[in-house]
């Protein structure tokens, strides 16, 4: 039998479970375009390319409940000061939030998402992309973790002093987490920081999965299960998470999910739920992080399309608030 769901069923569905993305670089364009959170935009290059994807009046648009800003550094060598372009990004959001206080709330838990909620406004959580924006400094963490930040992904494109990419600059293979970087994820745990393992190499992925006793997350990613790309993870990795009761952020970016559209974006969440169960699937869209994301999805306001493929997928619609949010917001709940 055909299942036709309306796109008004999908939005109904939605709305009733407010999504929450883990990982969008919207912050990026605002400290290097002067790209302001609180106008609305439409993407400015062909096919969406790159970014201009997210702002806040989208994302209302979107009735979304949160998103996760990533906070980026880029590591040329010589540059130091890496923390300083990581506190620069914190200053503008507290610039929106102090201009739009009823509109975007910082926030670092689950709960503080569903208060922001109540309240008619949206969730900004912040997580930092690549342990080299500390500097080689553990300490710094703490007073990051101070102004906001929830999450810190060990490596970005670029060996740091934590460990090793999965691709990049200083990438290899036969190497995982030094002791800097294993003490950055104990560091991380004492201080109430998730650690996530987007863009770190497997011997890493592993490493720091071994040393943590709370849950973690891969923020943004793709599955190698569903797709053969060097930029996802595969099953045994997906375990490793699942066994901390963490989740894995499914990305919208056409070129890791292995083709264009929503189909590929709903077989990658479904391969999760079929690896590890309906606990670990979450959203990790990518916006505004130098991707072109499948046009479908090329800002918030196509997650409803999303809800309505994963209807006619035949999800319940347990599974479908679990992706949307529930599992994102159980994990932030952390302490
Ligand atoms: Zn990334």
């Known amino acids: 039998m055909f299942l036709d769901s309306s796109l008004s069923d999908a939005r109904a569905l939605l709305e009733r479970h407010r999504p929450v993305d883990l ?69 503008l959001l507290d610039d929106v939030t102090r201009r739009a206080p009823h509109a975007l709330r910082k926030v670092r838990t689950g709960a503080a998402i569903v208060s922001c909620q109540a309240e008619g406004t949206i969730g900004a959580l912040l997580g930092i992309e690549g342990a080299h924006a500390l500097d080689g400094n553990l300490e710094l963490l ?37 002791r800097w970087g294993m003490e950055l994820v104990q560091r991380c745990e004492a201080c109430d920081v998730l650690v996530d393992l987007a863009h770190i190499n497997r011997r890493g ?29 595969d099953d045994a990795q997906l375990r490793a998470v699942a066994d901390l009761g963490g989740c ?48 479908e999805l090329r800002d918030p306001r196509g997650l409803s399309s999303l809800v309505k493929a994963l209807l006619e997928a035949h999800l319940p619609e347990r599974v479908i608030a679990k992706i949307l949010r529930d599992n994102a917001l159980r994990v932030l709940d952390t302490h």
Request: charge should be negative.
């Open 248 to 295: 894995v952020g499914v990305i919208f970016c056409p070129r890791f999910l292995g083709g264009e559209g929503l189909g590929p974006v709903v077989r990658h969440l479904q391969h999760v739920i079929d690896v590890v169960g309906e606990d670990v699937p979450a959203l990790g869209s990518d916006w505004d992080g130098f991707i072109r994301p499948t046009w």
């Open 205 to 233: 992925f592993f490493d720091a999965c071994a040393l943590a006793t709370r849950p973690l997350l891969v923020s943004h990613t793709g599955v190698l299960g569903a797709y053969a790309h060097w930029r996802n993870i």
């Open 23 to 91: 990982h969008a670089d919207t912050l990026m364009w605002s400290r290097w375009l002067g790209y302001d959170l609180l106008r609305a935009h439409e993407p400015p290059l062909p096919r969406a390319a790159l970014g201009g994807h997210v702002d806040v009046p989208r994302l209302y648009e979107a009735a979304m409940a949160a998103s996760c800003f990533g906070l980026v550094s880029l590591p040329f060598p010589g540059h130091g000061k890496l923390s300083r372009s990581v506190n620069e990004q914190i200053d």
């Open 142 to 178: 703490d007073g990051f973790a101070l102004r906001g930040v929830r999450y810190l992904g060990l490596l970005h494109f670029s060996a740091n002093e934590a460990g090793y990419p999965a691709m990049g600059w200083g990438r290899r293979h036969d190497a995982g987490l030094t």
